[in-house]
């Protein structure tokens, strides 16, 4: 059974920087990609990145590129999002998940963007 678990999140200032992790369970780690989505009060869930298996590539959504990277350590289970230059419209809860399942999430974490 997946299991993802987030972890990192809080309340930053604008410009700030956070880094998130997620660890994953139930399934073989190093062989999947992992994605992160974001969820903001009253709006869907959003694509933020997305890391292949052995992290050989990456993407971004259009609105978080050339501020957060990812990366992970397959070692650990663990994918990363490092999240800097911060904007109040980075406000969310973020989720990873699996690429390719749309089914499995963790409970997400939140990310507050205030002054």
């Known amino acids: 059974q997946v299991h993802l678990e987030e972890s990192g999140g809080g309340l930053v200032q604008p410009g700030g920087s956070l880094r998130l992790s997620c660890v994953g369970s139930g399934f073989t780690f190093s062989e999947k990609g992992m994605k992160w989505y974001r969820q903001a009060p009253g709006q869907g869930r959003e694509f933020v990145a997305t890391?292949?298996?052995?992290?050989?590539?990456?993407n971004f959504s259009g609105s978080v590129r050339g501020r957060f990277s990812i990366s992970r350590d397959n070692s650990q289970n663990t994918v990363y999002l490092q999240m800097t230059n911060l904007k109040p419209e980075d406000t969310a809860v973020y989720y990873c998940?699996?690429?390719?399942?749309?089914?499995?999430w963790g409970q997400g974490t939140q990310v507050t963007v205030s002054s």
């Open positions: 998940g699996v690429w390719g399942d749309d089914d499995n």
């Open positions: 890391i292949s298996a052995h992290g050989d590539f990456v």
